[in-house]
């Protein structure tokens, strides 16, 4: 199943919803966070509905990987590479995953604590 009826993230990723897009290729989506957690929070939105982390398979490892390097490639453009940002992908409910479609935040643009609370 590559997408998912009901799921605001693939109608998002497959532009049945507008939204200003920051990356978008074949694969996957890059668009601002709805509520924004530092003064860049973006996320990274694979176009296949995979509900988490748990659920990524052997045909996806290229796909993740290139969600990471996109992710990367939007803390360059945002000018934060230098001060640096935090990848996040939160995964069932004590991590508080609240999308049931993988996605990867890209946190930046102020000095960030460890550990999160
Ligand atoms: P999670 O808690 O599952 O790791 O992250 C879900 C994220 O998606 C949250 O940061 C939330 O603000 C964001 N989000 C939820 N719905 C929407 C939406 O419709 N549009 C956008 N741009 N972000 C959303
Ligand atoms: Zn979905």
Same mark, same amino acid.
């Given at each position: 199943?590559?997408?998912? +009826?009901?799921?605001?993230?693939?109608?998002?990723?497959?532009?049945?919803?507008?939204?200003?897009? =920051?990356?978008?290729?074949?694969? +996957?989506?890059?668009?601002?966070?709805?509520?924004?957690?530092?003064?860049?929070?973006?996320?990274?939105?694979?176009?296949?509905?995979?509900?988490?982390?748990?659920?990524?398979?052997?045909?996806?490892?290229? =796909?993740?990987?290139? +969600? =990471?390097?996109?992710?990367?490639?939007?803390?360059?453009? =945002?000018?934060?590479?230098?001060?640096?940002?935090?990848?996040?992908?939160?995964?069932?409910?004590?991590?508080?995953?609240?999308?049931?479609?993988?996605?990867?935040?890209?946190?930046?643009?102020?000095? +960030?604590?460890?550990?999160?609370?």
């Amino acid at each position: 199943m590559r997408q998912k +009826m009901s799921c605001t993230f693939c109608m998002i990723a497959n532009g049945e919803i507008e939204i200003k897009k =920051l990356y978008e290729d074949k694969d +996957m989506i890059v668009i601002n966070d709805i509520n924004p957690q530092a003064p860049i929070h973006i996320l990274v939105i694979p176009k296949k509905h995979i509900e988490n982390l748990l659920l990524v398979e052997p045909a996806d490892v290229e =796909l993740l990987g290139r +969600m =990471l390097i996109a992710a990367s490639n939007v803390a360059k453009e =945002l000018s934060i590479d230098k001060t640096g940002y935090r990848i996040v992908i939160n995964t069932n409910r004590d991590a508080g995953q609240t999308v049931g479609h993988l996605h990867v935040h890209m946190l930046g643009g102020r000095p +960030m604590k460890w550990p999160p609370g």
